[in-house]
């Protein structure tokens, strides 16, 4: 693809158009690595989990309380009986059978003794009845099968309780060891190459020259690549210089997966980083029809042996790198981590503000839900305006030419669904 102008493509295309590049990208097989459960958090994992054991493995209490026969009570379980006990069974013991005409003191997670049906809490429970040191008189009335916890009732045998291609959380990581895993295979991190470029950039901690801006762009995308699960690797600030770009972009290729930039893109004599792209790889499409992220770049860059290192090129104005990472980076870290291409889900809420400038780009607005569950606009919408995406718990997705007016219905895309798009789709 030549340089030059382009119309400006839909997110929905450019969605398309990512998704099959990653689906027709040559990949090298790497070695899947074997983790200690206690050590997969956040890892995508790369193995189908089929349970060995039943979760519980046996009929156990779901209360402190009396394991008994409902039989054996007086009425077949109405309150007023007493019976004796006749033995005390903690969580990991394993008590006789029940004998007939008696109730067993139980614990929480202790095992059911054969004979028994019922487990009646102890708050419903008072002193007094037969037996030598008093028994237990029942002040409720009690049913077949209540506070036990039948034996698979979790996880049955033979069951799968957890998919490869799924990103591993604490619960998951539970479910693994509750099934008896210590190890579990997991898909190596991709690896991600961050530049930001700009000659105007200056470090946090630096003096800041007059004309000078602190460089934000470089710790947001650091930060977002590695909470998407990448290995984000900071390959610094590149001079607005063609051949210092070539440069950065070819060393770079050969050491990661995909390569991100922010800055350098648009149309200024001092945006070197489209030529430099189709120098050392090709371009796929620039220029979204969104608000913020209109001058956005994915394309490739070769490699020494051959091979490809995919490139994304961000805007430099920071909601724009930030946003465009959340839309249209994330998913393919996703697919290039093992979890496969998902993309966010939006949930309908009203809103409880105005906009009464409709754009002719799709637009997303910085907002935050109040205590009613309506989206709050952030005042400032600006692209350079990065407070505003701190503040906010999600991004309106407005469609192009569209208006709103306080309690209209608007998508709200939630900060944890662009964060983690997998989450709402996962098989149960």
Not at 91 to 116: E, Y
Not at 386 to 393: F, H, M, Q, V
């Amino acid at each position: 693809m030549a340089a030059g102008p382009q119309p400006l493509i839909s997110l929905d295309e450019a969605w398309s158009r990512l998704s099959l590049s990653l689906a027709a990208l040559p990949r090298t097989p790497q070695p899947l690595q074997g983790l200690p459960t206690e050590q997969a958090l956040g890892r995508v994992l790369a193995e189908d989990i089929v349970s060995t054991v039943a979760v519980p493995p046996h009929d156990n209490s779901a209360m402190d309380g009396y394991a008994l026969r409902v039989a054996d009570l007086d009425g077949a379980g109405g309150p007023g009986s007493a019976l004796p006990v006749s033995q005390r069974i903690a969580a990991g013991q394993v008590g006789a059978t029940l004998q007939p005409g008696s109730c067993a003191r139980i614990f929480t997670g202790a095992p059911v003794p054969a004979g028994a049906d019922a487990v009646v809490m102890q708050e419903h429970t008072e002193p007094g009845g037969p037996g030598e040191g008093g028994g237990v008189r029942f002040t409720q009335a009690v049913s077949p099968g209540q506070n036990i916890r039948r034996a698979g009732e979790d996880i049955a045998i033979g069951q799968t309780v957890l998919h490869a291609g799924r990103r591993l959380g604490p619960a998951a990581l539970g479910v693994a060891a509750s099934v008896g895993r210590a190890e579990l295979r997991v898909f190596p991190r991709p690896r991600v190459g961050v530049l930001t470029t700009g000659d105007e950039l200056v470090m946090p901690g630096q003096p800041l020259p007059p004309g000078a801006i602190y460089n934000s762009n470089r710790h947001t995308l650091l930060g977002l690549a590695q909470g998407a699960g990448a290995e984000a690797c900071d390959l610094g600030t590149v001079p607005d210089q063609l051949a210092a770009t070539r440069a950065a972009l070819r060393a770079a290729a050969e050491a990661h997966d995909l390569v991100i930039s922010s800055g350098g893109v648009s149309v200024g004599e001092e945006d070197h980083l489209r030529q430099a792209v189709l120098a050392e790889g090709g371009l796929d499409f620039w220029a979204l029809a969104i608000k913020p992220g209109k001058p956005f770049v994915f394309g490739w860059l070769g490699r020494a042996d051959g091979s490809r290192a995919l490139y994304m090129g961000l805007p430099g104005n920071p909601v724009a790198s930030w946003m465009t990472f959340l839309l249209l980076v994330r998913p393919v870290i996703g697919v290039l981590a093992g979890e496969g291409w998902h993309l966010p889900r939006a949930l309908s809420v009203p809103a409880a503000f105005a906009w009464p400038r409709p754009d002719k780009r799709r637009e997303f607005l910085r907002v935050c839900l109040d205590g009613q569950g309506r989206a709050q606009l952030f005042p400032n919408q600006s692209s350079g305006v990065l407070t505003s995406a701190s503040w906010a718990d999600g991004v309106v997705d407005l469609p192009p030419q569209t208006t709103v007016q306080p309690g209209d219905l608007v998508r709200w895309l939630p900060l944890a669904e662009l964060l983690q798009p997998a989450a709402s789709q996962r098989q149960p």
